[in-house]
């Protein structure tokens, strides 16, 4: 369940000039960037643990069949029930229904980007559920009606100063200054009730491990636990392409996951959660339900974005890209922003609706150089160009100008003539080196300097340099 | 056609060749977990105790070194007078904790919403990470270790393993619990502008009581 991406250009046009938004975005990916770069450097067989990850995330997409199976068969016998949706559209039916059979009043929920990526949300709400999002930030921007905009810190839109503004209205009684400190603690106090109190909690899974049928969540505030004990009924929403043959597989790819995403070594709280209470147990969920997503995944499986269901959703991507970090994650529309949403967007919506996504891209290759499984993100968002081009879903103008700069490029004649005649008008609007502005590029040079051009085109330049070097040999051999 | 025929239908509608024989999966995913040393942090066996309590104590854990488990209810009490805390314990209902001495301590078997202490029993320790593993079970509740402000695990030092694969190992052909949790330092969140905080929602306090040397 994903917003119309038709107003991608209007929406980071917005978000470019909200400064605001720059210093919150510098702060946290900043912060991630930096914290990453210690954790891989601590870490000499990183690059070798990423060849390995990588292998156990293809090794599954290649028997994908086989491990659902496997892990359906292990979760079933510890008393889980395994549900498949082919869409998001089934899956909020199933958890709907669950939920209503069960006369729930009240959900809590820990974070999950699959639950997003179905409309979890709005289902529950139009079900006449009460919702409460446990992660902290989760639960800020549910009191500022949002969506995330970071896989990992959904409210790193948010400046303390805004999250203040929001606890202090709904937190009874209000947090008494606006440091984070005071804040985490009234969140803490305003959810205690409601973590024990809900009729059903709901969960992602980072991993579903085939061999013993659990499921895995990782947190460091310690609300998964507390959002699957309590209440009678625990349901996990996971996308298929979250298999691990084992428990010894899923921590290979935690050793990258966590690195990655936040520069740790190991999340506060690792989970393997496996069917329901067993008697005797102390506690936990009288049922527990795992809703299987396909949304999409199996068309991956068959064509060139096979390798993105090897994304572990660790967010390094967007940490270190250059346009998310201008424009946020709102801007891109979807539930999953960055590179990897850029990707995974048009799978989801469908390309008309999103192709400019994969045009926002520098194409700087920083994305697939972080990425912990090795996914060709840029090859990825040129297929997607590649994809629009053919389905003739790009605009007139960009059409004609390929088609112009086409004709040109198979005239060497031509295209030499065109450049030698751009490259002398640009410096006309060349100051102290740069160009600031260009008639018609507005949109571009907004936002960017150009390097003035050197006024010679590089095959003029070359061709002098020739021209000298043969002047100077020969000179050489006369002597 | 079910949902779940569907997608199967779809995952081999997507594959050239029919799928292995089980065993020749089997064996790829194993040959996939070869040579663990060379895609995981340094070796540690030789001093286990020390990187533990090394990576631990990084994550903001504290301990306090016992030589036995009689020793556990001063140190506990030890622990409550340092931080200006009430002589009160929820206990997990574990014979070798219900059989210790607890005359100076008010101990009781439930965990309040609000519960400022807990102690609990890790069954093992896993140096690599610093982190303790808990099983859900009968005499182990999960939310002990949650709800509590204050968290403190006893850990026998002869549970301590090297690396993460090791406990994976000790499991193989174990049952699995409903929860096996492994955890790594108090509870912490980075949601606002990225400043750290401990005790977001579990303890904001983990003090480790370290048995045997």
């Known amino acids: 369940m994903n917003a119309p991406q038709q107003g991608f ?49 293809d090794h599954v997409i290649a028997h994908l069949d086989h491990y659902l199976e496997m892990f359906e068969r292990n979760a079933t016998a510890a008393g889980a029930q395994v549900h498949w949706a082919a869409d998001d ?57 949002e969506r995330p905009s970071h896989i990992v810190w959904p409210a790193m839109h948010r400046t303390r100063e805004q999250v203040a503004i929001l606890f202090k209205e709904a937190h009874h009684p209000p947090p008494a200054a606006d440091d984070p400190a005071t804040m985490v603690q009234s969140a803490r106090r305003e959810l205690r009730a409601k973590f024990l109190g809900a009729d059903v909690g709901i969960s992602g899974a980072n991993f579903l491990v085939a061999d013993t049928g659990a499921t895995c969540t990782v947190t460091n505030e310690g609300n998964a636990e507390l959002t699957t004990t309590p209440p009678r009924i625990h349901i996990v929403t996971a996308g298929i392409e979250k298999l691990v043959p084992s428990t010894a597989h899923a921590f290979a790819l935690l050793r990258l996951l966590v690195r990655s995403a936040t520069g740790g070594e190991m999340t506060q709280y690792t989970t393997f959660h496996c069917g329901p209470k067993r008697p005797g147990d102390a506690d936990g969920p009288e049922e527990m339900h795992i809703v299987l997503v396909d949304n999409g995944r199996t068309r991956m499986l068959a064509d060139e974005f096979r390798p993105m269901l090897r994304c572990i959703r660790c967010g390094a991507c967007m940490n270190h890209c250059v346009v998310y970090r201008q424009i946020g994650g709102h801007a891109y529309g979807g539930t999953y922003p960055g590179p990897m949403g850029a990707v995974l967007t048009p799978v989801l919506d469908g390309l008309a609706q999103s192709r400019d996504l994969p045009h926002a891209c520098t194409m700087n290759g920083r994305c697939a150089e972080v990425c912990p499984v090795e996914i060709p993100l840029p090859t990825l968002l040129r297929a997607w160009r590649t994809r629009s081009w053919r389905e003739r879903l790009e605009p007139r103008s960009v059409r004609a100008a390929l088609g112009l700069w086409a004709m040109a490029a198979r005239r060497p004649w031509l295209y030499r003539l065109g450049s030698r005649i751009g490259v002398r008008a640009l410096r006309l609007f060349g100051r102290r080196g740069w160009i600031g502005s260009l008639p018609l590029a507005g949109g571009w040079t907004a936002y960017r300097d150009l390097p003035r051009p050197s006024g010679r085109t590089f095959m003029e330049q070359y061709r002098a340099g020739q021209a000298g070097r043969a002047g100077q040999t020969g000179r050489e051999a006369r002597k | 056609m079910s949902a779940r025929d569907r997608i199967l239908a779809a995952i081999r509608a997507a594959r050239p060749a029919p799928l292995p024989p089980a065993e020749a999966i089997a064996a790829e995913a194993a040959a996939l977990l070869d040579a663990p040393e060379s895609v995981r942090p340094w070796p540690v066996e030789a001093v286990l105790a020390a990187e533990f309590v090394r990576k631990a104590s990084a994550l903001g854990t504290s301990f306090d070194h016992l030589p036995d488990r009689a020793a556990i209810p001063l140190a506990v009490k030890r622990y409550l007078d340092t931080h200006g805390l009430p002589p009160a314990l929820a206990l997990q209902p574990a014979p070798a904790l219900a059989a210790l001495d607890w005359t100076d301590i008010d101990t009781h078997d439930a965990v309040a919403p609000d519960q400022t202490a807990a102690l609990g029993l890790a069954l093992w320790g896993i140096a690599e990470t610093g982190s303790l593993v808990i099983h859900s079970g009968a005499d182990a509740p999960i939310l002990l270790s949650f709800l509590p402000l204050h968290h403190i695990v006893v850990l026998e030092e002869r549970s301590l393993l090297p690396h993460l694969e090791d406990y994976a190992a000790a499991m193989q052909g174990a049952a699995q619990p409903r929860n096996a949790i492994l955890i790594t330092g108090p509870s912490g969140t980075t949601d606002i502008e990225g400043s750290y905080v401990r005790g977001a929602h579990g303890p904001g306090f983990l003090h480790v009581l370290m048995i045997g040397g």
């Not at chain 1, 946290?28 to 990850?53: C, D, H, I, L, Y």
């Open chain 1, 9 to 57: 250009k209007e929406r980071a046009d917005a978000e470019l000039k909200n400064a605001v938004l720059k210093i919150a975005i510098d702060r946290t990916t900043g912060n991630a960037e930096r914290k990453r770069a210690v954790a891989v450097a601590a870490f000499p067989e990183f690059q070798a643990a990423r060849a390995r990850g990588r292998a156990i995330k």
């Open chain 1, 89 to 145: 559209a089934e899956a909020r039916a199933i958890i709907t229904r669950i939920c209503l059979e069960a006369d729930a009043k009240l959900v809590t929920r820990a974070k999950s980007m699959l639950g997003e990526e179905i409309g979890l949300p709005h289902a529950l709400a139009d079900a006449g559920i009460e919702r409460v999002e446990t992660d902290l930030a989760e639960h800020i921007i549910q009191l500022a009606g």
